[in-house]
């Protein structure tokens, strides 16, 4: 064997980065639809471009998906165009013409409303974000769409925890799927368990045509910013960190926060709903979590319940 052909050509480990990339994609988005039942036999599924490394990798796994699925769905791909200024109309088409979807364009002007009434300066998020999507609902059931997909990331969903905690005084995320206001609409967020820096990565090496928006994407100060550069700068520092946070949006106690409404503390008793609200001590870690098979705290939580009981 020759020098040159034992050295893996630059080609071949894209190739195989991708490979990679897309099959740890497939699955996270396969266990999230899976989950949730984000997607059933015989529906139409309206995927929402933005032009974004987001929406293009859920459109290309879920076609990935959807040509080895036991069910039938179909896939049909929206893009709203809001009119902003130097805005390259000509991208998705073609882009969505090579790989052979059905898609739609809709056109309005929703960028002259925003700067309008958003003063300068100030976050047009929020309201551009309302008014994309009314529209988008109202087109899904133009076409007879009855899932709407969405291209947020487990980043995403931890951003919006923290923004609504440390901003809002809510616990409260993007749920993976949910039904709208008015009951007409069901949303899903295939992504869920997908982390943004595959995403990119792989969106890179896919060669996407990315569309910046020079609407709201350029506002450095907005507080989305703070809360993903102070997740960055833990994961950096803590590996591992990002993966527990999300699991505990899966694994919510009622009984051990302070929700009047959500738990019925006025009436709780001695005795009562023991193994949920009972002994302090043994029940201080949810029995789901920090414990290895046989019910025993894990090695590693240890010295962290010793140091709490000696309070």
Request: proline residues 5%; charged residues 30%.
């Amino acid at each position: 064997m020759t020098e040159s052909a034992a050295v893996e050509s630059p080609e071949k480990k894209i190739k195989v980065r991708i490979n990679k990339l897309q099959k740890r994609l497939r699955r996270e988005v396969g266990r999230a639809i899976e989950d949730f039942n984000m997607i059933e036999d015989g529906d139409k599924v309206m995927v929402c471009l933005s032009g974004g490394k987001d929406s293009y990798a859920m459109l290309d796994i879920l076609m990935n998906l959807q040509k080895s699925a036991p069910i039938s769905f179909e896939i049909v791909a929206v893009n709203l165009d809001q009119k902003q200024p130097g805005f390259p109309e000509h991208i998705l088409p073609e882009y969505l013409e090579s790989i052979g979807v059905e898609f739609h364009i809709i056109e309005r002007d929703t960028y002259s409303i925003v700067k309008e009434v958003v003063p300068e300066g100030k976050t047009t998020c929020g309201l551009c974000s309302r008014l994309r999507r009314g529209t988008l609902y109202g087109f899904a059931e133009k076409i007879g769409a009855n899932k709407i997909a969405l291209g947020h990331h487990r980043d995403d969903i931890l951003e919006t925890f923290f923004l609504n905690m440390f901003y809002g005084g809510k616990l409260k995320a993007m749920p993976p799927k949910l039904v709208s206001d008015d009951g007409k609409n069901m949303v899903i967020r295939p992504l869920s368990y997908a982390r943004e820096k595959d995403i990119a990565e792989y969106g890179e090496l896919k060669e996407f045509p990315i569309i910046p928006c020079n609407l709201c994407g350029s506002q450095e100060n907005l507080q989305r910013q703070v809360i993903k550069e102070m997740l960055n700068g833990w994961d950096k520092t803590h590996p591992g960190r990002i993966e527990t946070m999300f699991r505990s949006l899966q694994h919510v106690v009622p009984s051990h926060l302070a929700d009047t409404e959500l738990f019925n503390f006025k009436e709780l008793q001695m005795g009562y709903a023991h193994g949920i609200a009972g002994d302090s001590v043994t029940n201080f870690f949810d029995p789901r979590e920090g414990t290895e098979e046989g019910g025993e705290p894990r090695a590693e939580k240890m010295p962290e319940m010793i140091d709490i009981l000696a309070l």
